[in-house]
């Protein structure tokens, strides 16, 4: 079956990076394109960063320029790395896989930005 599985969320100040990986498994993850959303409380969740099977990226204007998704085929893996973090990025971060009109979702990772 598939599974997605995030890792590396936490707490981080101001200014600091964190960078979260999505294991993938049960699907063929190279032909498939990966998702980043997140859910801040009291919020509807919402696209962060996609990268397609070519390797096409896009992003929400929020994080443009602050964060990088990539992925490696060969780990079956996705990343999210989160550079110059504000407050305003606290939220579950959810790994995401739309597989024939199926969507997939991790368990989700905590990340605060807080001092």
């Known amino acids: 079956q598939v599974q997605l599985v995030e890792s590396g969320g936490g707490l981080v100040q101001p200014g600091g990076s964190l960078r979260l990986s999505c294991a993938a498994s049960?699907?063929?993850?190279?032909?498939?394109?990966m998702s980043w959303y997140r859910q801040a409380p009291g919020k509807e969740r919402e696209l962060v960063a996609t990268?397609?099977?070519?390797?096409?990226?896009i992003y929400a204007d929020s994080v443009k320029g602050r964060f990088t998704i990539s992925r490696d085929n060969a780990k079956n893996a996705v990343y999210l790395q989160m550079n110059s973090l504000k407050p305003e990025d606290t939220a579950v971060y959810y790994c995401?896989?739309?597989?024939?009109?199926?969507?997939?979702w991790g368990q989700g990772s905590q990340v605060t930005v807080s001092s």
């Open positions: 990268i397609s099977v070519g390797g096409m990226k």
């Open positions: 049960g699907f063929t993850f190279s032909s498939y394109r």
């Open positions: 995401m896989a739309r597989l024939n009109f199926l969507d997939y």
